[in-house]
């Protein structure tokens, strides 16, 4: 297991090299003077430009200024006039704050968010797929599939207003949606996040329920379930030691893919309930070209995708450990 761990985080080391080569060639392999612009706002003299594109280091080779950049993320840099300590993404070209700094104080938002809906989606739709399964057929078969279809047919922009009109506006229910520290007050946390939990759920609860459903009634079939019911174990043992676990590999690495649709669904999901995260962050990046903000909340969301997937990789191991063999 240590040995496939290790391999695994080599690997996620070298696709963030990879992505972090190809994100600054998008944003910064363009003239200096140009990100030099954006950097000066709207009052901008030749001389100011110039003195920027020296601070910025845009005046040296685009190679050379990707080292730079990957030597402040370990090391710290220098950036014009300011000291930008280790590990450095830069300074916003708006607010001209740190980029580390910004970032980190939305991203707890954006992570409660995503945390949320993974546990509420895992948990139905698992659920609603393994009662699916068990009943194919029947009523509850088909209810529970046609749940999911049109579920998995709905739109976050459509059913955010949906939801605060019903639970906030209509009845009072719940109040309007608001990010609360859990370490200040865990229940102000989960009421506050419960309507863009369930918002950004749904969707997903639609496909894992489908997943689920064909997952284990293949399983169901294979010919080492019959063995163990043979052997006169019982249904619960059958279905939970045996089934749940044979169907839960193709679940477990698809999630580890839905993690980055899982963050686009997180930025919709904040401009409709209004909560600033790093999703509203990443638009207000774009809108303002922004180009050091944009960088790192793409980086930021392909790290949360390569660590979330080394995860879902040890668990797949665990749960199939043929796979550490093969790897």
Request: charged share 10%.
């Amino acid at each position: 297991m240590l040995a496939f761990l290790v391999r695994r985080v080599i690997g996620g080391i070298v696709i963030l090299a990879i992505i972090s080569l190809i994100t600054f060639l998008l944003f910064f392999a363009v003239p200096g003077s140009e990100v030099a612009a954006l950097s000066c706002g709207k009052i901008c003299t030749p001389e100011t430009m110039a003195l920027l594109q020296k601070g910025l280091g845009l005046d040296k080779p685009v190679i050379v200024q990707y080292l730079i950049f990957m030597g402040g993320i370990f090391a710290g840099r220098q950036i014009g006039d300011a000291y930008c300590s280790a590990p450095c993404l830069g300074y916003s070209f708006v607010n001209r704050q740190p980029v580390l700094e910004t970032v980190m104080n939305r991203l707890p938002v954006t992570v409660s968010l995503a945390i949320g809906a993974v546990v509420l989606f895992l948990i139905f739709g698992v659920g609603l797929g393994m009662i699916a399964a068990l009943r194919r057929g029947r009523l509850l078969d088909k209810i529970s599939m046609s749940f999911a279809l049109i579920g998995g047919s709905m739109q976050i922009f459509v059913l955010a207003p949906f939801f605060l009109y019903i639970f906030v506006y209509s009845t009072d229910l719940l109040p309007l949606p608001k990010y609360t520290s859990f370490f200040e007050s865990p229940g102000q946390w989960f009421i506050g996040m419960l309507l863009p939990w369930v918002c950004l759920s749904i969707i997903f609860i639609a496909s894992y329920a489908r997943l689920t459903r064909s997952s284990m009634v293949d399983v169901l079939n294979e010919d080492f379930i019959r063995t163990v019911r043979a052997k006169g174990l019982s249904t619960r043992e059958v279905y939970v030691k045996h089934a749940f676990r044979g169907a839960m590999s193709p679940v477990v690495t698809i999630l580890g893919l839905d993690i980055a649709s899982l963050f686009a669904g997180a930025i919709i999901t904040e401009q409709a309930f209004g909560l600033v995260g790093v999703g509203q962050l990443a638009v207000n990046s774009v809108n303002n070209s922004d180009l050091p903000m944009m960088m790192g909340v793409v980086l930021l969301a392909a790290t949360a995708v390569v660590i979330a997937n080394i995860i879902v990789d040890v668990v797949y191991a665990i749960i199939d450990p043929r796979i550490k063999v093969s790897a």
